[in-house]
């Protein structure tokens, strides 16, 4: 039966590669590593773009037990940017070129020993004739072996995939389609049987079949009368673990979910449900390790997206980890997931690997119900009928049950895919939200249509910049949001982007980060990420956005929108009631024109949303300048109950700072990861927005500080990121902030 041994610990690396390291090492030259691996730890800013594009090595030493050695060995690598030689005792046994899907490398019997010595040479530059290179493209790709390996043991007959399909998913009684990919190294011809249970569904049914010799071969069958399955939706993700067995051969667990999913001109349904769409792109980079991140750390930025009320993921510009997929089909929210790429399309040997990642892409994530949709087109590149036609046609033969999408940013794109998913970059402040359906398509007719990108490089916010930057970029996201939500022909609306990320010095802000993000790299909120938050029903939300200064704003404080999903808010000022707020569109008036900011149109333009900002009114006239300020407070009521309440001092002082991590637990053994936010508070427990301050980290027992130890907080607020050692215990993390005398705070997380 198969054995699967992860091997993430112990591997010895060395940021250089000479032809001689394949056959020798010297354990001095080295450094010890553990995967996921960065090759190169950056500053968050301003750092050469080149320093991690260089070739590295990587030593493990690979016991295989001698019982093994007529077995099938192979490795399985999830990831290593950008390609790689694997060499076993000093010989080739396999290379990858793409750093974003994964491989298997055969280790053969001929070069195996008890004790192995394995090296591999991961060339981490761009090289051209991998997508997504041979242009510039506005994102890193940083290097190493970033994700993790496997030492995997099977006879030379195995699964290669196992794939359920559900089927007639809306019916009482579903079916199951069973398809395992056999891999039939010594081209037996045996009877094999395959086997597929559950005991919660009280399935366990097998099937037989003939093998012909050939090295991969198709076996598929239909399991029906599946009674009492539960269906996978955005609130009730229900999973189901199944166990595929190739009798006396090999197992593998395949989780998946009973879900309809399509895009049709009138939008995406969902078991026949009618869903909008609303969700962000993601890239998979963090600050100083690159994409070199554990899976506890992938799978919260999926929680933090559907904590902010969003349902979908895209996976801008590639395959993300598995572990990010694995917490998506968890937590009910859907993926769009597409192929690397960035505006260029290579020559035909390019194009070819391009086509592999497609199948790469698929065969790695069939299973995964959170996925509905598979891009395949490089993001933003220009029509190209024969290669277009291609990556099309390959997802269609091998995926049945899942529509295309491929992103385009001109009108009129030829259309080959499902879904006509096109980025629109139409709003830029003072016009409409996006453009119609058809004018994008040339089309006269209404196809399934998404929108899977807005904003972005159109209003880029820093999380410290002035007020009135980060009002209007939360403004441009309701307009865009409202004017998507008004139409039933745009299923869905991704705005760009989650996560501000590191790109090349020809993008972003001079600094090498292009800050996008509706979070920082942090994965800390900028107000425009309650414009989202705040649609959504399980959490209350009172987001007011202002910092309550009667000089930050470039005019007067006139008018103040909230975030919020309540349904009035009360606004006191100097402990008085200042008056009653709705979200509710006909109940507001047009400010009084002198007042007027420009950056707020009436409120009334939101209407399409579930829940409008609420706008106070008049809260202060121009001839208060150098009045008394005061202190305020906003309260909101659902359902005429008080439910949330905000006070705001006019006098802000440093009254307190929180360290707290996302995390109390690491799992010892492996790399283990979790994020700690030190937060600088005012009296009334808000955030200091303009604090700058500095602070000092160390980690002592069983963890490591990842990064810097001296840290300065970008506008009230910083975090970093703790790993776990291998052993088990306490670790202990000090924080000491410096603000005219020296504050310390201490936090244990335990590894267990
Ligand atoms: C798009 C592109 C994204 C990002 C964005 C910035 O054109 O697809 O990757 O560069 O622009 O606005």
Redesign the pocket.
């Known amino acids: 039966m198969r054995k699967t041994i992860n091997i993430n610990n112990d591997w010895f690396y060395k940021p250089s590669f000479e032809q001689t390291d394949i056959k020798s090492f010297n354990k001095s030259d080295y450094e010890n590593a553990r995967l996921p691996h960065t090759n190169k730890m950056l500053p968050v800013n301003y750092f050469k773009t080149t320093d991690y594009a260089f070739v590295s090595c990587y030593k493990k030493i690979l016991s295989v037990a001698k019982e093994y050695h007529d077995q099938y060995v192979y490795l399985h690598f999830e990831g290593v940017m950008t390609a790689c030689e694997v060499f076993l005792n000093g010989e080739k046994v396999g290379e990858n070129k793409g750093g974003y899907t994964d491989f298997n490398i055969h280790l053969p019997k001929n070069l195996l020993k008890e004790e192995n010595e394995l090296t591999v040479m991961v060339d981490s530059t761009e090289r051209e004739e991998i997508p997504p290179f041979g242009n510039s493209i506005?994102?890193l790709t940083f290097g190493g072996i970033y994700r993790e390996v496997q030492l995997n043991i099977v006879p030379h007959v195995h699964m290669n995939k196992a794939w359920l399909t559900p089927k007639k998913q809306l019916e009482d009684v579903k079916e199951l389609g069973v398809l395992v990919e056999i891999l039939n190294a010594k081209g037996a011809k045996d009877e094999v049987t395959i086997e597929v249970s559950n005991k919660d569904l009280k399935i366990n049914e097998s099937q037989s079949f003939t093998l012909n010799g050939s090295e991969l071969q198709s076996l598929e069958f239909n399991i029906s009368s599946i009674k009492n399955a539960k269906l996978w939706d955005l609130d009730n993700p229900n999973l189901y673990e199944f166990d595929v067995i190739l009798k006396d051969l090999d197992t593998k667990q395949v989780k998946i979910g009973f879900r309809k999913a399509e895009f049709t001109a009138k939008g995406f349904f969902l078991n026949d449900q009618h869903v909008k769409i609303v969700g962000l792109?993601r890239h998979q980079s963090y600050p100083h390790v690159g994409y070199a991140m554990p899976a506890r750390v992938q799978k919260k930025d999926a929680d933090i997206l559907k904590e902010f009320g969003c349902n979908l993921a895209r996976t801008?510009?590639y395959p993300q980890s598995r572990h990010f997929l694995d917490r998506c089909d968890e937590i009910g929210l859907l993926v769009f997931e597409e192929i690397p790429g960035?505006q260029h399309i290579g020559d035909a040997n390019w194009k070819d690997l391009a086509c592999d990642h497609v199948s790469n892409m698929i065969n790695r994530d069939y299973n995964h119900p959170s996925i509905i949709l598979w891009g395949v087109r490089v993001?933003?590149s220009k029509d190209d009928h024969d290669f277009y036609v291609k990556t099309n046609e390959i997802a269609h033969n091998l995926d049945k049950s899942r529509q295309t999408g491929g992103?385009r940013?001109h009108n009129h794109s030829e259309f080959l895919e499902d879904v006509f998913t096109i980025?629109d970059?139409t709003h830029q402040g003072h016009n409409r939200g996006l453009k119609g359906q058809r004018e994008s398509t040339g089309l006269e007719y209404d196809v399934p249509y998404m929108v899977t990108?807005y904003?972005?490089?159109?209003y880029p916010v820093k999380k410290f910049d002035n007020e009135d930057l980060q009002i209007e970029r939360a403004r441009r996201e309701l307009i865009v949001l409202n004017d998507g939500m008004s139409v039933d022909n745009v299923a869905g609306l991704i705005s760009?982007?989650a996560f501000d990320y590191q790109t090349h010095y020809n993008?972003g802000a001079g600094d090498q980060v292009?800050y996008?993000g509706l979070f920082d790299m942090y994965r800390l909120p900028k107000w425009s990420a309650f414009v989202y938050k705040s649609q959504q029903e399980k959490e209350i939300v009172l987001e007011p956005m202002t910092v309550w200064a009667m000089g930050e704003r470039c005019g007067p404080l006139s008018e103040i929108d909230v975030l919020t999903n309540c349904d009035y808010v009360e606004f006191h000022k100097d402990g008085k009631l200042f008056g009653k707020y709705y979200s509710n569109r006909e109940q507001h008036t047009t400010p009084d024109d002198k007042f007027v900011s420009k950056h707020y149109p009436n409120t009334t333009d939101y209407k399409h949303l579930p829940h409008p900002p609420v706008r106070i009114t008049e809260v202060s006239k121009k001839e208060e300048w150098g009045f008394d300020w005061h202190d305020c407070e906003f309260v909101g009521y659902k359902d005429n109950k008080e439910v949330i309440r905000r006070k705001r001092p006019a006098n802000a002082y440093m009254h307190d700072f929180s360290v707290k991590a996302d995390d109390d637990q690491l799992i010892a053994g492996d790399f283990d990861a979790t994020r700690v936010i030190i937060r600088v508070k005012d009296q009334f427990e808000n955030k200091l927005s303009y604090f700058n301050g500095s602070a000092m980290v160390s980690v002592d027992g069983v963890g490591k500080l990842i990064g810097d130890k001296y840290l300065s907080l970008i506008g009230g607020e910083i975090a970093f990121w703790v790993e776990n050692t291998n052993e088990k215990g306490d670790i202990k993390i000090k924080v000491t902030l410096l603000n005219n005398t020296e504050v310390t705070k201490e936090l244990t997380i335990k590894s267990v």
């Open positions: 506005d994102y792109n801008s510009h960035w993001n933003e992103v940013y980025n970059f990108e904003i972005g490089a159109g760009w982007c993008f292009c996008h």
